[in-house]
Structures are given as structure tokens and as C-alpha cells.
């Protein structure tokens, strides 16, 4: 499956974005998929997962109450709105896919995006 995130940008503390994660093929279905973002000079850091069908779904501490994933099935692609955001939340942000929401471990993930970079000012 190849992977294609989009939605970054520049916003200011407090303020609101939507990525989007396109994939193609017809096996999205199969996978869980997951958000990971990456500072510089920082490792690259799970943000949130979901589950095939999306019923279940997994956030960082960091993202709780703020960050909301879901996913279309039918249009393959997997969203994530991000509310209240903050600068330590300024990261290049990729989508990947996986066999399980539970994994928050960059290497149980198979298929990444190319990432997209996201910059919060204060």
C-alpha cells in the first residue's frame, strides 16, 4: 500500500489542523493505521493509532483530548483533526500502516507516508 499524507502547516497556538493519509490499493481495509510525528534532532514518536474497521483506536498522553483520528474505508484514507495545538506540537507528521492499532512502536509499522510538516507558533 503506498501512502500519501497532506493538511500541514502553519498555525498558531491554539489553533486547528486536518492532515489526511490517501492510500492506494484495495487492502487499506486490512490495515491499522497510525500517525507518528518526528521534531528535529528527536526520535520519531508514536501519536496515535485505529483499527481496521476503526473502532478502536490509541493517543499518545501528550495528545489526549486534543487529537482525534478516524478513517474512511470506503475512500481510503485516514484523517486526523488536531485541536488546541501547542508549539511542542511543531513536527514532521507521518501516517503509516500496520497489522495492529495496539503497536505504537515505529518499527511494527510496514507502509509509511512521505510526512508532512507541521509548525505551531506561539
Known amino acids: 500500500v503506498q501512502l500519501q499524507a497532506s493538511g500541514g502547516g502553519l498555525v498558531q497556538a491554539g489553533g486547528s489542523l486536518r492532515l489526511s493519509c490517501a492510500a492506494s490499493?484495495?487492502?487499506?481495509?486490512?490495515?491499522?493505521m497510525g500517525w507518528f510525528r518526528q521534531a528535529p534532532g528527536k526520535e520519531r514518536e508514536f501519536v496515535v493509532s485505529?483499527?481496521?474497521?476503526?473502532?478502536?483506536?490509541g493517543y499518545a498522553d501528550s495528545v489526549k483530548g486534543r487529537f482525534t483520528i478516524s478513517r474512511d474505508n470506503a475512500k481510503n484514507t485516514v484523517y486526523l483533526q488536531m485541536n488546541s495545538l501547542k508549539p511542542e506540537d511543531t513536527a514532521v507528521y507521518y501516517c503509516?500502516?500496520?497489522?495492529?492499532?495496539?503497536?505504537?512502536?515505529?518499527?511494527?509499522?510496514?507502509?509509511w507516508g512521505q510526512g508532512t510538516q507541521v509548525t505551531v507558533s506561539s
Open positions: 503509516a500502516a500496520g497489522s495492529s492499532w495496539f503497536n505504537r512502536s515505529p518499527k511494527e509499522y510496514d507502509y
Open positions: 490499493g484495495r487492502t487499506f481495509s486490512r490495515y491499522a
Open positions: 485505529i483499527s481496521r474497521g476503526g473502532g478502536s483506536t
